[in-house]
């Protein structure tokens, strides 16, 4: 935008791309800058100013930092020089370091497996990604139901990348039951593809025929959550109140974690600490036994928890002094991170680590948007793709991070545990290479394609290999 | 209904502020003069009634003034350097969801814009937008 920029720009305070300017940088960022270009000038006690900043202003100046040293202008060279090493130093702080990787990058199909993992979630599947093989041996159904048994899933080549996954492995049985129930023949597995078996997943867990997503596992995403509040519970309380929240927030955020593995401000229920003499009134409306309860007295824990499982606890909802339910937007919402990218998950042998909850990281929505995506870079070498920069932790235990300080952070080792080594144990009995499993889907499906004879069918088959060998070139 | 839009109103997932109409010229002003595309007319009339989801972990991005910045079209694109006439419209812990103004297609890339996980045609938005959004009740 340019200096004087659009009248749109200057009401919503829209931002400079590339900074021609430190004091331009600045105030494109927040009309109060003061303590800003202090960090920026200071080039001794810059990190004592840093620390006394909110967690907004800390956010802000890392930007303007990160913006003053990717400036090329040579006439900025010592503010470049001086805003990267302090960057350096803010991050190191923080056991964070800029890497660069070789890249270790998956396939497509790896990486729809490990976000349907993560998220416990699978979408309907487009009709013009499922393989000809799929959609045709679909339609050519057994005329009586199988044993759920005798659909072999170790004879399914795709199926060996989604077993890679425990949450995969635990459906299974509900998928065989569902091709016996549907009358599919057995034969089917062998050649269809990861497409398929999204689809095939997805249509045995919806919930109605119109719905194009469906819950499939409970998500690894929320079961993280739910173990690190109850086991650091008292420790995120501590770093939450060191840092001026609402205390019915930070009980309410914290249940929410341990409870539902909640931890977006819009969606957790911020409920009062004690009675009042409005929630008392909202007990006996809704039938409640609260004889026993007053005014001023601490709302017991157990209440709380069978109110927000039967999805009433908007009658515990905590309200301003003018008694309207609180502005959540000020709070803090979290969100999960993956200290080793997915993208880089060729990284290890075996793909399912991505999603262990030692390679997650719980973090502020802007902490992680602005600090820890901030250097994502693909470099290229030689005309290809070959490192990928990233900011990564030093410390691999670091499981919880609040702000830019290294007294917000918490450490936890989650590999100590009997059940992830179990997992890691069982996990490691179905590595498999995407390459030899492609290989073998490949081959069998050449097999078939040489055992069929030259029936109608088949040429209905035909024709959907060649559109569907169009739309994959396209 | 849309199954995408139960799903909002369901997990209340949807932010408060609806766009002006001036708002969205402005912006599709703004988007043009630094190379952006023009937001597509399916998306815009969705954002009309939700304008900006958080999921978890995720969002689909609304037009700005918005009190969450998070989900501020303008405020992201600004951080992340894209090919011309490409847009991010929504994004979450793998994935930007994007879309691309020459091809008239929605794109989902891995986050360093590496590779190209789904393409959907514009009438396949809904599909698109639930391919970047997750929800906690499905």
Known sequence: MSAKGSKYARKHLLIEPKTKDVCETISNEEPDNGRILEVVYDDLTFLKTFDMLDLNEQIKTYRVLKSLAEDKSPEYDHIQKSSAEKLQKINERIHLAVVENLRYSLSPEEHHLIRMDCYGTVDARRSHLLSPYYVKLQKLRLKESLPAEKYIFDDAPAWQLFRQFK?????????????????????????????????????TFRKNSKDKKASFYPSNRAEFVMELATKKENEIRKILEKQNIDERYINSLLNAMKLFGITDANHVIVTETYFTKRILERLKRAKIPCEQYRIGNKIPQPLINTLMFEK???????????????????????????????????????????NYKNNYLLVPSNVHADVLHSADKLLVSNGKEAYYKRLEFTKPNITFMYGLKPDEQLEMNWTNSVSYQQQE???????????????????????????????????ELLVAMIRYKNHKRK | MRFLEKLVLQNKSAVAEKPLQADVIALQKEFVRHGLPFLPSEFICF?????????????????????????DIWDVNQKIQLAKNQIIIGYDDFCFLLYDGNAEQYTLVTRDLSATLETFEKDEWEDALLSIIHFDNV
């Open chain 1, 167 to 203: 949450s995969f492995r635990q459906i299974e049985l509900r998928l065989q039951k569902y091709m016996s129930q549907m009358r599919f023949q057995p034969e089917m597995l062998k050649v269809i593809g990861v497409q398929d078996f999204s689809d095939l997943i997805f249509k």
């Open chain 1, 312 to 354: 009433k606890g908007e009658i515990l909802e905590a309200r301003d002094e003018n008694g309207k339910p609180l502005n959540k937007s000020g709070f803090p919402s979290f969100e999960v991170h993956h200290k080793i990218a997915v993208s880089e998950g060729g990284r290890f042998v075996q793909i399912s680590r991505v």
């Open chain 1, 425 to 459: 144990e069982q996990d490691q009995e179905y590595i498999v290479s995407y390459a030899e499993v492609m290989a073998r889907l490949e081959e069998n499906r050449k097999n078939f394609d040489n055992n069929r004879s030259g029936n109608a069918d088949d040429i």
């Open chain 2, 47 to 71: 954002l009309k009634k939700f304008n900006g989801v958080k999921g978890i972990d995720s969002g689909i991005l609304g037009i700005p003034p918005l009190q969450n910045k998070m989900l």
